[in-house]
């Protein structure tokens, strides 16, 4: 079996690479190894990008540095590969606002091009959408019973309404592209699926106040620094970790069921923001400073996924609870500390 895993440098596309070389698979990570999310951490950048570099390269993943906007590399990196997880993709909203060509060129156009070799070689692929396509309508859901330790979450399926409320530029590209793994799907017979992924985290993750909350908080909370809330503390979110969303990649390689799949926690997994920063200060053995600043356009307060699709479809389900999981992510970070710390 031989993988193709766009982003394999990233922190879910790391994960990829890894279970699929522990699996026995030959692996190709293909990254472009850019560093505009880093670069707004304030990490040790240089540090923070190499780091899964090193780590899938010491494992004996084929690494490729190449733009899954350059058609042609990616045409010879895909040749001869039984499937593609295609993560790469600029995922951080306030980015997309300032960087709306990047942002589109990235996220459509890559995706384009993923979606065209796959079908070039009838290579079954999965895309890493997001749940930002429903729109921050869904924020009207917040309501002060779901906020008290996240009882009665109400989960949020495929059938809802999409691109709902103010949207920006990540809004579209992403929503954008969805849209072309519909058409390649009933176009072209590709065996291709869309996940709309909420929540992500883990080892290897190296959140910013753009992408990744989970993994920020943790980073702030055992570095002592301060944590940001944008908005109001008690907003609900359902959370995934990282060998779970790697088992829905593998459940389709499985069974290439072709269509569009909530991939998240669940309401099992729901959690507010509060919570999870009670719980990263028990585990730290430190409490957690928390600055509230405006809430920021396009944010969502409130998301929940309902995953029985993926279940029914897929076979697919998480088994990691947040407890477990938040616990994993801090013993990485607290062993890992000098790439937080030594600032370029």
């Known amino acids: 079996m031989k993988v193709l895993v766009t982003g394999g440098c990233g922190f879910i596309g790391s994960h990829v690479c890894e279970f699929y070389l522990k699996s026995g ?3 190709i ?3 472009n190894m850019t560093k505009y999310e880093l670069a707004r951490t304030g990490y040790s950048t240089e540090a923070a990008r190499v780091y899964n570099w090193n780590f899938l390269k010491g494992l004996g993943v084929n690494m490729m540095r190449a733009d899954i906007r350059d058609l042609d590399q990616l045409t010879e990196a895909a040749r001869g590969c039984d ?4 993560t790469a993709a600029q995922p951080a909203m306030t980015i997309s606002v300032e960087s709306p060509d990047f942002d589109f060129t990235t996220n459509v156009v890559g995706t384009f091009n993923v979606l065209s070799v796959a079908r070039k070689f009838d290579i079954p692929v999965v895309y890493c959408s997001t749940i930002h396509v ?9 309501t002060e019973e779901q906020t008290r330790f996240t009882r009665n979450p109400v989960g949020v399926d495929e059938q809802h309404p999409t691109m709902q409320g103010m949207i920006t530029p990540l809004h579209a590209s992403k929503m954008a592209a969805e849209l072309y793994v519909r058409t390649f799907i009933e176009t072209y017979q590709v065996r291709a699926a869309g996940f709309r992924l909420t929540g992500l985290y883990g080892p290897r993750q190296f959140g910013g106040e753009d992408h990744g909350w989970v993994a920020n908080f943790a980073i702030r909370t055992v570095m002592g620094w301060p944590i940001t809330i944008y908005g109001t503390a008690k907003q609900v979110r359902d959370i995934l970790y990282a060998t779970d969303v790697v088992a829905a990649f593998h459940a389709f390689y499985e069974n290439p069921k072709p269509g569009i799949y909530n991939i998240g926690g669940g309401s099992r997994n729901s959690i507010s923001l509060l919570e999870c920063i009670k719980a990263l200060g028990e585990i730290v053995g430190r409490e957690p400073v928390v600055k509230l600043g405006q809430a920021r356009a396009g944010d969502l307060w409130y998301f ?6 993926a279940k029914r479809e897929l076979g697919w389900q998480p088994k ?12 990485w970070i607290q062993e890992n500390t000098q790439l937080f710390a030594d600032k370029d």
């Open 25 to 27: 698979a030959e692996v």
């Open 29 to 31: 990570a293909y990254d």
């Open 83 to 86: 499937f593609i997880v295609h």
């Open 134 to 142: 429903y729109g921050n309508k869904i924020n009207e859901m917040l």
């Open 304 to 309: 929940v996924c309902e995953i029985e699709k």
């Open 320 to 331: 990691v609870l947040p407890g477990e999981g938040i616990e994993n992510l801090v013993s």
